[in-house]
């Protein structure tokens, strides 16, 4: 199971938004949650991301969990780099994976570490 399931079962159940997040202390262990509501960027409010009517795990990607594991989230700048290394290419990888799906996707579909301030918008609503 991955993006192109959430997206079968969100549309099965005419959901909002689909919302991707990982946990960096936890090996990027992942879920995809499937949201009943959704607020945009503008509004301010995170908070939609909290009203989910399905969920199911994602992957997770032990390397990434080792690396970020040696120095932490923000313990020296190279702690820094390397974060913003690893999850550079976690939301590239995402958008790698959205892209190769055949059609195109009109729900906005969503990215996040776990406690991450802001969440990334990958579309919005076509």
């Given at each position: 199971m991955?993006?192109?399931?959430?997206i079968?079962?969100?549309?099965?159940?005419?959901?909002?938004?689909?919302?991707?997040?990982?946990?960096l202390?936890h090996?990027?262990?992942?879920?995809?949650?499937i949201?009943?509501?959704?607020?945009?960027?503008?509004?301010?409010?995170?908070?939609?991301?909290?009203n989910?009517?399905?969920?199911?795990?994602?992957p997770?990607?032990?390397?990434?969990?080792?690396?970020?594991?040696?120095?932490?989230f923000?313990?020296?700048?190279l702690?820094?780099?390397?974060?913003?290394f690893?999850?550079?290419?976690t939301?590239?990888?995402?958008?790698?994976?959205?892209?190769?799906?055949?059609n195109q996707?009109?729900?906005p579909?969503?990215?996040?570490?776990?406690?991450?301030?802001?969440?990334?918008?990958?579309?919005?609503?076509?």
């Open positions: 991955g993006l192109d399931h959430s079968k079962i969100a549309i099965e159940l005419d959901s909002k938004a689909i919302y991707f997040k990982y946990d202390d090996n990027w262990e992942s879920a995809f949650y949201c009943e509501e959704y607020i945009p960027l503008v509004e301010g409010d995170e908070d939609w991301a909290c989910w009517t399905d969920e199911f795990r994602g997770s990607l032990k390397q990434f969990g080792e690396i970020y594991e040696k120095d932490g923000d313990r020296s700048n702690a820094i780099g390397t974060t913003i690893l999850v550079a290419r939301v590239i990888s995402y958008i790698r994976a959205l892209d190769e799906l055949p996707i009109s729900i579909i969503r990215i996040a570490f776990h406690d991450q301030d802001t969440i990334i918008r990958i579309n919005e609503e076509h």
